[in-house]
Structure formats: C-alpha cells, structure tokens
C-alpha cells in the first residue's frame, strides 16, 4: 500500500520551457502533497505544502509564480515550472500523506535545463 | 544550531555487523521521528517511524527515541551491502505538519 506515483521521471528540454511534473496516489487519498527539490549532495528542501481544493503553502524564498502548483483531487497534484532555466536544473520529488500518517515518496523527476 | 542534525559520514561498517544512526532534534515540541532510507539517485523510502519513548524494532531495523536527550537512533542488525545508503532522519510535531529533515548519513556496508 502507500503507492506514490510520479511522471516523468526524467525531463530535459531548453531553456524558457515551461514543465508540468504529476503526482499521484495510486492506493490512497493523500490529504496533503509536499514538493522537494533536492540538488546533488544536499538533503530535501521543501517548496510547497499542497491541501486538496485549496491553494499551497509555500515555503520562504520559494517564487510561487515560478512554481505553480494544483492539486485538483485527492489523488493529483502538479507542479508546474514555469519558463525554466538552468539554475532550475534540480531533483524534484513529490510526497502524499493521509491525515497524520507517515508521508510517503514518489520516484522523482530529474529536470535538467539546456 | 540546525533543527535536526545527523553525522554525515561517511560511515563504514563490516557486513554482518550493526550499524549505528543517530539524529538530535532541537524542537522539544516534536513528536513524531521517522527514518528515510535513500539510495543515491532515487527517492527517499520510509524505513521506521516512532512516537514513543523507547524503542520500536521491525525486522532487522530497531528504532529508538529519547524524547528527554531529544535523540533518535537507528540500529540495523545484520548489516548487508544492499543496506548501503543515505539514511534521512525527519521530525515533525505530529498531526499534519511538515517534516523537517536532516542531511543524512551516508552508510557504506563493506562486504
């Protein structure tokens, strides 16, 4: 159980594209979805904080019109980045909870900008 | 002063052999503890979680909390190189919080 599905796996593409990555819970509805990134050697630093039907939380220093998150159902969230470049080159990995349950990972989806 | 902290390694141990984790929180108000396992290139996988004192063992793994030393471990019995990986400590304050992680421990089983 606690299956966390997330596409692509791997992205690359110029510079100024936009790029949507999914999430989703295949055995599960996760109340809330979190967003990491996390470049090589370095631990996960958390983006974004998503609940169903309302708007994520984002954390400090993270653009929120740069990374545009939905999370339209209990299963889905994206994460859009909008006009990437390279500096957005980065380890993306999605996570889904039930209530106060253990959070559980996706796969990740490595971005690297041309 | 970070909010979890972790060695980073690496740390080296024979197979065979138990391997060590530990982890210190500063937030006295954190009440859940959960240990990550990561493989280098993939997503961090859900080892052990942990929300009393004591200690909590599943198969080879053993979790252990000292809420007054504000301390975590992990304890791996039985050491195998597949076991080779970083391992993430993350706390948060129960409910629907937010983890807070630390920045691993990298373990290398030697065969």
């Known amino acids: 159980g606690a299956v966390v599905s997330q596409h692509p796996s791997w992205v690359i593409c110029k510079s100024g594209t936009s790029v949507k990555i999914e999430c989703r819970s295949l055995?599960?509805?996760?109340?809330?979805m979190f967003w990491y990134r996390q470049f090589p050697k370095q631990s996960l630093m958390l983006m974004a904080t998503s609940n169903e039907g309302s708007k994520a939380t984002y954390e400090q220093g993270v653009e929120k019109d740069k990374f545009l998150i939905n999370h339209a159902s209990l299963t889905l969230s994206t994460l859009t980045v909008t006009s990437a470049h390279p500096e957005d080159s980065s380890f993306y990995i999605c996570?889904?909870?039930?209530?106060?349950?253990?959070?559980?990972f996706g796969d990740g989806t490595r971005l690297s900008i041309l | 002063q970070k909010e979890v902290e972790q060695n980073s390694g690496p740390l080296s141990v024979p197979e065979g052999a138990i391997a060590s984790l530990n982890c210190t929180y500063s937030d006295r108000g954190s009440q859940s503890f959960f240990w990550y396992r990561q493989y280098s290139g993939k997503s961090p996988e859900l080892i052990m979680f942990i929300y009393s004192n004591g200690d909590k063992e599943d198969g080879r793994f053993t979790a252990q909390l000292n809420k007054a030393s504000q301390y975590v471990s992990l304890l791996i019995r039985d050491s195998q190189p597949s076991d080779s990986a970083t391992y993430l400590c993350?706390?948060?304050?129960?409910?629907?919080?937010?983890?807070?992680f630390g920045t691993g421990t990298r373990l290398t089983i030697i065969p």
């Open positions: 993350a706390v948060n304050r129960g409910g629907n919080e937010k983890l807070t």
């Open positions: 055995d599960f509805q996760a109340t809330t």
């Open positions: 996570s889904a909870r039930v209530g106060s349950q253990p959070q559980h």
